[in-house]
């Protein structure tokens, strides 16, 4: 009796599977979402330094590449040039992961970055070039199709091999990006 069973939820199943191949009952979607996206932005960036606890100031440029709306990659460069005594800078190029937290107008985002790091010592005394490990969150607002306003984005910096201890600088940014590729509201047959 049990062999007698499974043979027929054996044969149910593939009777099944088989009718639900052929009947190609799939609806077309009424719209799509927001999809895979390459952007590309830049802005301002204010940062606490914890080498002199001086307030830096500068720009950044970044790109995202998602391949679906919600988890992606970022890349970003930062340069710290404004606002510092004796000559202090900062730059960093990191990279790492970006995930979206809702598909809305309104995103907002976490990232994990590692990369980088250089400091330019005082009074032009040398510079060195550290590991850089950099927390964040923050969201953009879509503002069209193609243009998204990055409303703040907060960054935690540990810079855990710097020569004299460990450096932990953190931060604020806000600047305007583009989207490479095009947003498709409507299904494409």
Same mark, same amino acid.
């Given at each position: 009796? %049990?062999?007698?069973?499974?043979?027929?939820?054996? !044969? /149910?199943? !593939? $009777?099944? $599977?088989?009718?639900?191949?052929?009947?190609?009952?799939q609806a077309h979607p009424a719209a799509?979402?927001?999809? *895979? &996206?390459?952007?590309?932005?830049?802005?301002? *960036?204010?940062?606490?330094?914890?080498?002199?606890? @001086?307030?830096?100031?500068?720009?950044?440029?970044?790109?995202?590449?998602? %391949?679906?709306?919600? =988890?992606? $990659?970022?890349?970003?460069?930062?340069?710290?040039?404004?606002? /510092? &005594?004796?000559?202090?800078?900062?730059? /960093?190029?990191?990279?790492?992961?970006?995930?979206? !937290?809702?598909?809305?107008?309104?995103? %907002?985002?976490?990232?994990?970055?590692?990369?980088?790091?250089? !400091? @330019?010592?005082? =009074?032009?005394?040398?510079?060195?070039?550290?590991?850089?490990?950099?927390?964040?969150?923050?969201? @953009?607002?879509?503002? *069209? @199709?193609?243009?998204?306003?990055?409303?703040?984005?907060?960054?935690?910096?540990?810079? %855990?091999? =710097? /020569?004299?201890?460990? $450096? &932990?600088?953190?931060?604020?940014s806000m600047g305007i990006s583009f989207r490479v590729?095009?947003?498709?509201?409507?299904?494409?047959?």
């Amino acid at each position: 009796m %049990p062999q007698l069973m499974r043979r027929f939820c054996l !044969l /149910t199943g !593939l $009777l099944l $599977l088989a009718l639900g191949a052929a009947a190609c009952a799939q609806a077309h979607p009424a719209a799509s979402g927001p999809g *895979s &996206n390459i952007t590309v932005g830049g802005g301002f *960036s204010a940062v606490q330094s914890d080498y002199g606890k @001086d307030k830096l100031g500068g720009g950044f440029a970044y790109v995202d590449v998602h %391949p679906q709306w919600r =988890f992606g $990659l970022e890349g970003e460069a930062r340069y710290l040039r404004y606002h /510092t &005594n004796q000559g202090v800078h900062e730059t /960093t190029y990191l990279g790492g992961a970006h995930v979206y !937290l809702r598909p809305e107008n309104f995103r %907002p985002y976490v990232k994990v970055l590692a990369r980088v790091g250089r !400091l @330019d010592f005082p =009074f032009g005394y040398g510079t060195g070039t550290y590991l850089v490990i950099a927390p964040g969150a923050g969201f @953009d607002l879509q503002v *069209s @199709d193609r243009i998204a306003i990055r409303a703040i984005d907060f960054e935690y910096q540990d810079w %855990p091999q =710097f /020569t004299y201890g460990a $450096l &932990n600088p953190y931060g604020i940014s806000m600047g305007i990006s583009f989207r490479v590729n095009g947003l498709h509201r409507y299904p494409r047959h």
